[in-house]
């Protein structure tokens, strides 16, 4: 059955209202999933976005990253696996601005 995880918890729903991700090409159509897709997307502040998609874009298992809802992650969950990951102080997308 296919699934929709979401890491955020009710404060990051109201802040990290925008979604960056893609189908995990790794993950997808799998045996242990029933070859479903899968896809994975993390949850991060609208200010964010930007860095968080470049971030994304520079994952090899994650095709056509882009910037999604919340309601598509919904809709793709129907026939698909999602996962919403949180992007907080700490995340490694965001990390990359002190280098």
Excluded: Q
Excluded at 85 to 90: A, E, H, K, R
């Amino acid at each position: 059955m296919p699934f929709l995880k979401d890491d955020r918890k009710i404060d990051n729903e109201r802040t990290h209202t925008t979604l960056v991700g893609g189908k995990d090409a790794f993950l997808s159509h799998w045996a242990c999933n029933n070859r479903r897709a899968s896809y994975a997307f993390w949850a991060c502040r609208p200010d964010d976005a930007d860095i968080v998609l470049d971030w994304v874009r520079g994952r090899s298992d994650i095709k056509c990253a882009r910037i999604r809802e919340t309601a598509a992650a919904k809709r793709l969950a129907k026939t698909n696996d999602v996962h919403i990951y949180v992007v907080d102080s700490s995340h490694p997308a965001l990390n990359r601005l002190d280098d």
